[in-house]
């Protein structure tokens, strides 16, 4: 198995509805955990992982929102997203060019996820990643594209564009429930938020969390990246998920699969929207089904 770094990345920030983001979930529960603004939003982050194995392959686990300034002046307001791209500048700060980038696997396409896949450079609309594969369920690519005006706002025409534009090339359509992309990073087919999301699973030994407080956080020998079927460590609990999941008791099936596997191997588990950690240990729990023991 190889010895795969794991960077956690915070490639945008920005704030949702709380009762999206909880679902069914009454207000004075979840807010204990995350408090609401007047506004009734709770902040959010868009962790991504950048991935790099010995042999200097790289790639990243979804892609965040994109350029705020793709967005107009309202939704940027909206959506509490401050100036400046996040991702961009913490790949810069690692020295990473985008166009060594191997791979962009995505979780679903959604704007929050697969809005970096994209921007404009010198006028022109494109690749962020230009030299990259992306790896995308079918299911999901289908869904997406299909201009189904039932998955209302959930795909905006801008984020597929330049993929949709070298799709022949650069897309890697995935169509089986579980599929090995590169060593020791698997595609689980999860369903639930979307009938194409996929989580990803990470097996190394170990693996190496470039994070400051990672030694204390224990060795990490399997992962796994969630995306919306568990996005923060507030959504544990079976029936704690988002409004926008579309097939919501597969959400819950997931989770009743995953997590006593997550917590009894002590995988980490990785958060695509939690807003003060990247990952966690988990434990199974009494009263709350489960809970954190350890996070980073
Ligand atoms: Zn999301």
């Known amino acids: 198995m190889p010895s795969i770094a794991i960077t956690p990345i915070v490639a945008s920030h920005f704030a949702t509805d709380g009762g999206a983001l909880f679902g069914l979930v009454p207000k004075p529960i979840w807010s204990r955990g995350l408090p609401a603004n007047e506004r009734n939003a709770v902040p959010q982050r868009a962790n991504v992982c950048l ?3 010995p042999d200097g ?40 060019e985008p166009d060594t980038i191997d791979f ?9 996820h697969a809005g970096g896949i994209g921007r404009i450079l010198e006028g022109q609309l494109q690749l962020t990643f230009p030299q990259a594969d992306y790896f995308v369920h079918a299911q999901e690519w289908h869904d997406a594209c299909s201009g189904n005006p039932l998955l209302y706002k959930s795909y905006p025409a801008d984020v597929l564009a330049p993929l949709q534009a070298v799709a022949n090339q650069r897309l890697r359509l995935i169509e089986s429930d579980r599929t090995t992309i590169a060593p020791g990073l698997t595609m689980h087919r999860s369903g639930g938020h979307t009938r194409g999301h996929c989580a990803f699973e990470l097996q190394g030994e170990p693996m190496h969390l470039q994070h400051p407080a990672a030694d204390a956080f224990g060795p990490c020998i399997k992962a796994v990246y969630a995306g919306d079927v568990c996005l923060t460590a507030h959504h544990l609990r079976l ?11 597969d959400t819950r099936a997931w989770k009743q699969q995953w997590l006593p596997r997550i917590a009894d191997e002590g995988m980490v588990l990785l958060f695509g929207h939690d807003p003060d950690r990247f990952a966690a240990h988990i434990a199974a729990d009494p009263r709350q089904e489960f809970v954190v023991t350890q996070s980073l």
């Open 57 to 96: 392959r790289r790639g990243l686990l979804d892609s965040g929102c994109g350029d705020p300034a793709w967005f107009s002046e309202k939704e940027q307001r909206l959506q509490a997203m401050p100036p400046g791209w996040p991702l961009l500048q913490a790949l810069r700060d690692l020295t990473i």
């Open 239 to 249: 029936v704690f998920q988002t409004a926008y999941d579309t097939f919501p008791l």
């Open 51 to 53: 991935l790099e194995w």
């Open 104 to 112: 962009v696997a995505l979780t679903h396409l959604h704007w929050d």
